[in-house]
T-cell receptor, first 119, second 118 residues
Framework: GAVVSQHPSRVICKSGTSVKIECRSLDFQATTMFWYRQFPKQSLMLMATSNEGSKATYEQGVEKDKFLINHASLTLSTLTVTSAHPEDSSFYIC???????????????FGNGTRLTVT | AQKITQTQPGMFVQEKEAVTLDCTYDTSDQSYGLFWYKQPSSGEMIFLIYQGSYDEQNATEGRYSLNFQKARKSANLVISASQLGDSAMYFCAMREGISNFGNEKLTFGTGTRLTIIP
């Protein structure tokens, strides 16, 4: 149980275009999903907290107009990288905890990540 | 101050030996959870084990155990009888907070790259 599906797994796009990444919880519901970014050989850094039915909460230094997050339902959150540039090339990974067991001591379950390359 | 500190950027261990990956944490919350994740080269994050701040016993999951020393704020991961498939990045992480709304983020350490030598 607690499977998170992320799509696409890899995407290459041209500079200036937009890319949408989907994160779905397949067998559970989640009011909150988290979006992380990981540069090569570095740790995971939280970009934003996605809240179902309301605006996302962005971490300091993350441009909300560039990284658009929509959490339309209890099982789907999307991250759109708008007007992508080569410096946005990174590994993006989403995560969530089942609503029924949400607590500080519940593990986050992660999608398999999306490797974005902007040329 | 760093919330999660992993001081070993890389470790090499002989197959079948035990290995300890260090993790110290910093929090003023009374309620928190400590987690270990494995990230193979393919990138997915695999949850290994967790320890709640109120748990009195050290957590164990198969070959993984967590050496939790609350007073020292350390939560070291011990892998017994290491296997070649254990080669990966290992991240220690913490989730703080007392709410039950599920909106507490995970904060990660910088990770330890473990390489198992045949």
């Amino acid at each position: 149980g607690a499977v998170v599906s992320q799509h696409p797994s890899r995407v290459i796009c041209k500079s200036g275009t937009s890319v949408k990444i989907e994160c779905r919880s397949l067998d559970f519901q989640a009011t909150t999903m988290f979006w992380y970014r990981q540069f090569p050989k570095q740790s995971l850094m939280l970009m934003a907290t996605s809240n179902e039915g309301s605006k996302a909460t962005y971490e300091q230094g993350v441009e909300k107009d560039k990284f658009l997050i929509n959490h339309a339902s209890l099982t789907l959150s999307t991250l759109t990288v708008t007007s992508a540039h080569p410096e946005d090339s990174s590994f993006y990974i989403c995560s969530a905890t089942p609503l029924a067991v949400s607590s500080y001591n519940s593990p986050l379950h992660f999608g398999n990540g999306t490797r974005l390359t902007v040329t | 101050a760093q919330k999660i500190t992993q001081t070993q950027p890389g470790m090499f261990v002989q197959e079948k030996e035990a290995v300890t990956l260090d993790c110290t944490y910093d929090t003023s919350d009374q309620s928190y959870g400590l987690f270990w994740y494995k990230q193979p080269s393919s990138g997915e994050m695999i949850f290994l084990i967790y320890q709640g701040s109120y748990d009195e016993q050290n957590a164990t999951e198969g070959r993984y155990s967590l050496n939790f020393q609350k007073a020292r704020k350390s939560a070291n991961l011990v892998i017994s009888a290491s296997q070649l498939g254990d080669s990966a990045m290992y991240f220690c992480a913490m989730r703080e907070g007392i709410s039950n709304f599920g909106n507490e983020k995970l904060t990660f350490g910088t990770g330890t790259r473990l390489t198992i030598i045949p």
